[in-house]
């Protein structure tokens, strides 16, 4: 089941339809499933619904953003109410993330229109 956020923002993903990069939905790696991730940029963008807001929620998410790091990925998080009430920020920042392959991984999720 995807949610709302999920189908939104992959509406802008899917078919290379985002910079031309080729972005896989739900795709497994070590342990998890990224919401979204593209190979080629070794990125994995998250989207955050309120569970992710408590303490035992930021925790897994911490662990499950340095088993990914340690592999090699980068994730980007966003909260689910931005990327369905800000979709053109969220892409924004993804795109920013996208075209600076050496930036560092964001650690929780973020506010899209208030990073800009």
Do not use: K
Not at 25 to 38: L, S
Not at 46 to 58: F, K, M, Y
Not at 78 to 103: I, K, Q
């Amino acid at each position: 089941m995807h949610t709302d956020a999920e189908r939104r923002l992959w509406y802008h993903l899917r078919g290379r339809r985002f910079l031309g990069l080729n972005f896989r939905r739900q795709h497994p790696i070590g342990p998890y499933f990224a919401d979204f991730a593209c190979l080629e940029l070794r990125l994995i963008v998250e989207l955050d619904g309120g569970q992710h807001n408590s303490t035992a929620g930021q925790w897994h998410d911490a662990v499950r953003s340095d088993v990914l790091a340690a592999q090699g990925y980068r994730v980007i998080r966003f909260w689910d109410n931005d990327a369905l009430g800000n979709t053109t920020g969220v892409l924004e920042a993804l795109r920013r993330m996208a075209v600076a392959p050496t930036s560092r991984p964001v650690d929780g999720p973020i506010e899209s229109h208030s990073c800009w």
